[in-house]
């Protein structure tokens, strides 16, 4: 468990944007195939975090408590590079997923994709048993 | 200009999560390249005339109207794949960028880079000038 105390660098605590609650929109990307694996949200604490250890650390708005990618389940997001967009509200994270960024057990969030005539058609296979990630 | 009474296909009127202010993030990748591109905001209507038209409009928080991209500087996105995240309250755009997505005339918006020493460094050169892309 890391300390509270990890502060952000100046650089970013200067530029980033957070939201009236805190919060900064992360999208993570595997580093060598671009694909997009999800995004999620970062509080102040959890970027310094993230930063500071190189292992991706959300903040978890459902249960307002830092979301160390992985902890329970073993997929963690090894940060490889982190870029900020132009206005500051947006972070890019390349990151070397381990297994799968999906709690659904599929490599990534964005599975259904709209058809041409207008269905959500589920694209990717669940590769790991979510039963197997989180515990029954 | 689009009717404003385009409806949202039932799928996605289902599906999506919007927030507390009717928005959900959407992210835009070169559907070629995966280079990600941006991160905007669309609400009920922006997303109902994307899906219509095929070409990218999302929602202007800071004018609070429809942002038809490129409408004014003609970078347009033209839509190629649309998907949504598990818990919905995330969209992954696959678009054909003309020119550039950023408003400052580089390609993408996620053009500052962590440095390991914690500096900012710009690693995207601009290729337009924003005078150019908007008028003077």
Known sequence: MMSEAISLPDTLAQEVAFDDKGL?????????????????????????????????CYWSRSRQSLWRKGESSGQVQ??????????????????????????????????????DDHRLEDRLPVLKDPEDLYGK
Chains 1, 2 share one sequence.
Request: aromatic share 4%; proline share 0%; hydrophobic share 45%.
């Open 78 to 115: 090894k940060l490889v590079e982190l870029a900020l967009d132009c206005d500051g509200d947006c972070l890019l994270l390349k990151v070397d997923q381990t297994g799968v960024a999906c709690h659904t057990g599929r490599r990534n969030c964005f599975y259904r994709v709209l058809t």
């Open 24 to 56: 900064i929109a992360a999208i993570a990307q595997q580093h060598d195939t671009g694909e997009v694996l999800m995004m999620a949200w970062m509080n102040r604490q959890s970027l310094a975090e993230t930063i500071a250890t190189g292992q991706v």
